[in-house]
């Protein structure tokens, strides 16, 4: 039988993925032709190879690879499970989350939902009879099933999945501290974000508050483990401070996150770096709040070249990120009346934007449209005509998204 699977952990560096793809495949295709002779003895060992490759694939942006491998895992432990459950339901559901999650990256959100929710009910049939080992596992399914359902727009039903984790996870961690401490701490984070999403903002900031402090805890006995996970809660905690007008503690919180994204960028860029623009981004908006708007420029400057260096790696992966912190540029240099450069910077932005808008058009309702009116909106305070090959590239991407008649620009 195959080796039982974990959920999608973290993933090694793009460059160390690409190296270990090939043997992956390799080792799918020996597992095919040993399969298709002996299937009992093989099939298990060709979906596990099968997951591995999936998870390599998504990694390396080949999404539609990565779900077909995925897919084809799925199959396999279902046939697997209908003719031994005992053996094989967990790997089912295992497979079922990874298969989830691929769907995720697609846009196909009902797709998704489904497959998570097939697994969350195999895995409480099976926790009721084996809860040490599956409850942990269905409290993952759960987490991951929240997530989804927030992104369709079921926000309650999104927090009760939470907090039905939570409940599972506290469990486990007063039992367990050192095991199940930092996913009690994360599901706390992903309830913050529920609740915020609901205008329950002070309840928001209880759970985030409850998660930081569990991450200041795992960091100071395990830095190399956990600062991480640290930074990046206090910068959850910085948005719903932010949220409730607590402006000076939002900056705090964030001040704190940059410190230390900043020391694990200087050890380990490759990792850190992106993590390092994300909380400078967030600083740079905490600042602007507060009306120091030089230094949330200067703050954001630092973000968009950090962004610009990454892009130029790994474009497909960061020029939507060198996206976002240009459209932020522009909108700091606009309130400090630099309207010339504030057209500069958010035209380079749309100019960015636009071939991933091209591809994923669900996204435009999201994020097109936002920047399509702000690139506008800094033309007009430039007194300034809008570049028309971006314009008629975007009355294209709103016309095929529905969102403009094709008669209108």
């Known amino acids: 039988m195959g080796v039982a699977m974990a959920d999608e952990v973290g993933i090694p560096s793009a460059r160390a993925i690409e190296s270990a793809l090939p043997a992956v495949e390799k080792a799918v295709e020996i597992r095919r032709g040993l399969a298709a002779a002996r299937p009992d003895a093989f099939l298990p060992d060709l979906a596990t190879a099968l997951n591995n490759q999936s998870l390599m694939l998504s990694s390396l942006g080949r999404r539609e690879d990565a779900l077909a491998a995925i897919e084809e895992a799925v199959v396999i432990y279902r046939g697997r499970a209908a003719a031994r459950p005992d053996a094989f339901l967990p790997d089912l559901a295992t497979a079922l989350s990874n298969q989830s999650l691929r769907l995720t990256e697609l846009g196909r959100r009902e797709d998704a939902l489904a497959a998570i929710e097939e697994a969350v009910e195999i895995r409480r049939g099976l926790a009721a009879a084996r809860p040490d080992a599956i409850l942990p596992n269905l409290a993952m399914s759960l987490s991951n099933r929240s997530a989804m359902l927030s992104g369709l727009g079921r926000r309650e039903d999104a927090l ?7 409940v599972i996870y506290r469990g486990r961690a007063a039992a367990r501290p050192d095991a199940f401490l930092p996913d009690l ?5 992903s309830r913050s974000n529920r609740l915020s999403s609901l205008g329950r903002r002070e309840d928001a900031i209880a759970a985030i508050e409850e998660a930081v402090e569990i991450w200041r805890g795992l960091a100071a006995a395990r830095p ?8 990046t809660a206090l910068s959850n905690q910085s948005g719903c401070l932010s949220a409730v007008g607590r402006r000076e503690d939002a900056v705090t919180a964030v001040e ?44 954001i400057e630092e973000a968009v070249e950090i962004r610009r260096g990454l892009a130029a790696a790994r474009p497909q992966a960061f020029l939507p990120d060198l996206a976002i912190a240009l459209g932020n540029r522009s909108l700091m240099l ?8 504030a057209l500069a910077a958010i035209e380079e932005a749309v100019s960015l934007a636009l071939p991933a808008l091209e591809r994923a058009r669900d996204v435009v309702a999201d994020a097109g449209m936002k920047v399509v009116q702000t690139y506008l909106r ?6 300034g005509d809008p570049n028309p090959d ?20």
């Not at 998204?401 to 209108?408: I, R, T």
């Open 390 to 409: 971006l314009i008629e590239r975007i009355r294209r991407v709103l016309v095929t998204a529905g969102l403009v008649a094709d008669e209108h620009e």
């Open 160 to 166: 009760a999945a939470i907090e039905e984790a939570i």
């Open 334 to 341: 606009g309130g400090l009346g630099r309207r010339e450069d």
């Open 224 to 231: 190399v483990a956990f600062l991480a996970d640290f930074a």
């Open 185 to 189: 701490a994360t599901a706390l984070s």
């Open 256 to 299: 704190k996150a940059v410190e230390i994204r900043r020391g694990l960028a200087a050890a380990r860029p490759e990792a850190f770096l992106p993590d390092l623009a994300t909380a400078l981004n967030n600083e740079s908006g905490c600042l602007s709040d507060l009306g120091r708007r030089e230094d949330a420029l200067t703050v």
């Open 378 to 383: 800094r033309c007009e305070e430039a007194k």
